[in-house]
């Protein structure tokens, strides 16, 4: 048996459905400019690759799933391991009005503390297949950060627009890896724009989220790896916090993939997460419209985008998997950060934090249900802004080294 390189067969628009070659590599639509889906053989990828086979593989990262990624090869040194991030999980939780299996994928542990891992490895792997050796990206942060840290593994090099509120721990990683960092005064919205014209002028490749369909790809992997770890037992909903609605997009990419290959038989809720104060995609989906731009407020850095980038994708997300949209008060990221920290161990950055949150207020208006399996993508670590994770913290009071002081200040034990 020959097995094939890789198992692409194009892409196709996500809008108008105009298909494309795999050679060139083009970003957007020339037709209608929106984005592409990857298209695979999954007749010919079900002949080769099955859930033994899968069950065989010893590689933990995300080039396990290699027959579903749109890269030829997986690279000799996989030991960086992006993804094979666990499955954190509590069953028979006890909320006030339920009781639920709870499962909360960490995506905190990749290399670079987020789940944009997953995308910028892939992004770099496809740039090189195309001879690229520079990678150019916008980002609130956690995609800079992760494309400068696998950049360096990979031997390629990293050019990083990031708008001026980044927070500091962010672009201390893009510093720290060795990129070249320009901080952009101007929103997010106006570092990309600047991205695109930068990989315009030069010919480079851009890991700009929402324009490049490799990405997607990636990001999808997370799901891949949810599914695996439940022994394919589909959850009845899956939180993910959104910005430009790459993740989420992503995540429903790896859903249809995988009911394709018939390895599962029908689709989890895909319920997506905003900021109040950057709420494009929910409204979107609230108001049965178009998604309008707005002025993004919040907190929640890596989901704070006016023009959600991937926002079709995001709503066919939520539309074909009969899921829904929540917004979330800053106020209740904050509280829900802690909550989730103190009860599960596990500290989440403010927007990977919104999607336990989305969950809370979800569960608290009694749209759960007692015994849903309720899935939670934690995309990014705390330690990355704790500035703001301290807003909910009181520091103690100085105590002298006796044990008499000690006493003093503490009645409890
Ligand atoms: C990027 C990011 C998101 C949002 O992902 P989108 O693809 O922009 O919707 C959520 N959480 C974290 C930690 C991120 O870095
Ligand atoms: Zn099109």
């Not at 980002?139 to 840290?149: E, K, P, Q």
């Not at 608290?364 to 899935?375: D, P, V, Y």
Request: hydrophobic share 40%; with cysteine.
């Amino acid at each position: 048996m020959t097995i094939p390189k890789n198992y692409v067969l194009g892409y196709k628009c996500i809008n108008c459905a105009t298909e494309y070659e795999v050679k060139p590599f083009i970003y957007q639509c020339t037709k209608c400019g929106e984005n592409l889906d990857v298209q695979y053989d999954y007749l010919e990828i079900g002949k080769n690759w099955t859930k033994t086979t899968l069950q065989e593989n010893t590689d933990r990262s995300i080039h396990r799933y290699l027959p579903l990624l749109p890269i030829q090869k997986a690279p000799e040194n996989t030991t960086m391991q992006v993804g094979g991030t666990p499955l954190i999980t509590f069953h028979d939780v006890q909320t006030e009005t339920t009781k639920i299996d709870l499962f909360l994928k960490d995506d905190t542990r990749n290399p670079s503390g987020s789940l944009k891992d997953r995308a910028s490895e892939i992004g770099l792997l496809h740039a090189d297949e195309l001879g690229a050796d520079i990678l150019v990206a916008a980002s609130t942060g956690n995609a800079a950060a992760s494309l400068a840290a696998l950049a360096a593994f990979h031997n390629k090099s990293a050019i990083i627009l990031a708008p001026k509120s980044a927070p500091i721990a962010k672009l201390t990683q893009i510093l720290q890896y060795g990129a070249k960092l320009f901080t952009v005064n101007g929103s997010y919205d106006d570092a990309f724009d600047l991205s695109l014209k930068i990989v315009d002028e030069y010919g480079l490749y851009s890991r700009s989220t929402g324009i490049n369909p490799v990405l997607s790809e990636g990001k999808k992997t997370v799901i891949l790896e949810l599914l695996e770890q439940l022994q394919w037992d589909i959850p009845d909903k899956i939180f993910v916090p959104v910005g430009d609605g790459c993740i989420i997009g992503g995540a429903y990419k790896g859903l249809a993939d995988l009911l394709s290959l018939g390895w599962i038989d029908h689709l989890p809720q895909l319920i997506a997460v905003q900021a109040s104060g950057s709420s494009a995609i929910v409204d979107a989906i609230q108001y049965d419209r178009k998604i309008e731009s707005v002025s993004a407020n919040t907190i929640a850095d890596s989901i704070s985008v006016d023009f959600p980038r991937d926002g079709l994708k995001a709503i066919r997300a939520i539309k074909k998997t009969n899921g829904s949209g929540v917004l979330v008060t800053d106020a209740e990221i904050l509280e829900a950060q802690k909550l989730l920290s103190a009860n599960s161990g596990i500290f989440a950055e403010p927007a990977a934090a919104s999607a336990f949150a989305g969950f809370l207020k979800l569960n608290s208006s009694g749209k759960i249900k007692s015994g849903e399996k309720i899935a939670i993508l934690i995309t990014g670590s705390g330690l990355k802004d704790i500035q703001t994770a301290q807003k909910q913290l009181s520091l103690p009071s100085l105590i002298e080294p006796t044990l008499e002081d000690f006493k003093r200040h503490n009645s409890d034990l």
